[in-house]
């Protein structure tokens, strides 16, 4: 009895709850990916503009599938989620998005369309060439992928191309993300380098192509660089960086900022750069799930987060890069201990000389070279079965040794739970 009572309080809590949702936002986002104290903030914003009480959820994820796959196959009632770039891709082409509708902001709240980059409105709108994903997302952050190397030991030249993932020089110091779409992209461009000088093949139709042909060229190539791979990573190259345990690094430009800093505090000297061949950006971006429940104050949390102040204080504590296109952001980065760089294209022409550090935005004859990924569909399969072929094959002699330690590790474990914890226990017992 005791129990059906405590059955029923829980389905009438649930009821109010869901009866109450317009006094409710829940959201959905990266860990470590905000300045928490925003959210109460934004709970008076709120209050301000509408003169309604609301209060805010909020939950984190850890891999964009598995946010997908609540929304997907459970139907989760999330009402702001900040998806990557091909996840936005895949929610549009499966009809899981709500068109955002700005109408319920005024014009002097309005930070979304008063903020938006040039080039990142541009970079959206080819997420997918039938929908304007501008429509139905407004970026958060974004970045690039590249090289992060130790100077002391890999020249700026030697770095500014990928072929150096192939210098024997360099065997067993060299760190690969374990992220098969991030790798598949930069290594697909320097393998047709030739025709993209040429202008037989453009970046964006080289992000699309998928094909058997070009499964293999860079299955292949990619075994020539596991000889000389010391580890793939998912998170733990850049300390191993900053630890010179590595010379090497395939990493994110979020991540790369964060390494160099920690290194200088020891004297290590890590620099980051985007290879001349081309490479990836990646985009994070708030959406509306179709399940939400909270339209309007989801617009209201998206609109807020693009608010100046508040997307200075996001970058501040999570250390990546505001898609934000206000100058006002701008200005809260320069450091004029940098040469001046051109950032016209994403901030406008007052900003084609401006002293930024170039990781968190490369300067224009490095982006030209970089392309957005896109998702695989159906075919996601043979990119994950490449990435396993890689992986899992012909293990290179660093591999083989750290097993062969790990084995022997293993081992003499053993041998000590079955003699040296028997000596143990005899030694007791004659006490």
Not at 4 to 19: E, H, K, R, T
Not at 22 to 29: M, Q
Not at 227 to 256: C, H, P
Not at 258 to 281: F, H, K, M, T
Request: charged fraction near 25%; aromatic fraction near 12%; hydrophobic fraction near 40%.
């Amino acid at each position: 009895m005791k129990r059906f009572a405590l059955l029923v309080l829980a389905a009438l809590i649930a009821i109010s709850c869901n009866s109450d949702r317009e006094h409710v936002l829940k959201v959905y986002n990266w860990s470590c990916y905000i300045d928490e104290t925003v959210i109460p903030e934004f709970e008076e914003w709120y209050r301000q503009q509408t003169g309604e009480d609301i209060k805010v959820i909020y939950q984190t994820f850890d891999i964009n599938e598995t946010m997908l796959s609540k929304i997907e196959k459970g139907h989760e009632d999330f009402d702001v989620v900040c998806p990557s770039d091909y996840i936005i891709e895949r929610m549009l082409n499966n009809d899981m998005l709500l068109p955002l509708d700005f109408s319920v902001l005024s014009d002097e709240i309005n930070y979304i369309d008063n903020n938006r980059s040039p080039y990142i409105t541009e970079v959206f709108s080819k997420i997918n060439p039938n929908i304007d994903a501008n429509k139905y997302s407004v970026a958060y952050m974004w970045g690039t992928t590249g090289l992060l190397y130790n100077a002391k030991y890999v020249t700026d030249d030697e770095a500014f191309s990928w072929n150096i993932l192939t210098n024997p020089k360099f065997a067993g110091k060299i760190f690969i993300k374990d992220a098969p779409r991030d790798v598949y992209s930069p290594i697909l461009m320097y393998l047709n380098r030739e025709r993209l000088a040429s202008g037989e093949v453009t970046m964006d139709e080289l992000m699309l192509d998928s094909s058997d042909e070009s499964i293999a060229a860079v299955e292949e190539y990619m075994k020539q660089v596991k000889e000389l791979v010391a580890g793939w990573e998912a998170d733990f190259g850049k300390e191993q960086m900053t630890k010179e345990r590595g010379y090497i690094s395939m990493n994110w430009s979020g991540d790369a900022v964060w390494a160099i800093e920690e290194a200088a505090e020891i004297g290590v000297d890590l620099r980051y750069q985007i290879p001349s061949e081309g490479s990836n950006i990646w985009l994070d971006g708030w959406v509306i799930p179709k399940y939400a429940q909270n339209r309007k104050a989801a617009t209201y949390f998206i609109d807020f987060m693009c608010r100046p102040d508040i997307a200075i204080r996001n970058m501040d504590v999570t250390g990546y890069v505001s898609a934000n296109g206000n100058m006002e952001v701008l200005e809260s980065q320069i450091d004029e201990s940098y040469e001046p760089i051109d950032l016209s294209y994403f901030f406008g022409e007052e900003a084609s000389a401006v002293c930024v550090n170039p990781v968190l935005y490369p300067d224009r004859s490095s982006i030209v070279n970089c392309a957005l990924m896109h998702d695989w569909g159906e075919e996601s399969g043979k990119l994950l079965a490449m990435w396993s072929r890689i992986k899992g094959n012909n293990a290179n002699s660093t591999t083989v040794i750290v097993v062969s330690i790990a084995l022997a590790a293993l081992l003499a474990f053993a041998l000590y739970r079955k003699f040296g914890s028997k000596k143990r226990r005899a030694g007791k017992r004659t006490k």
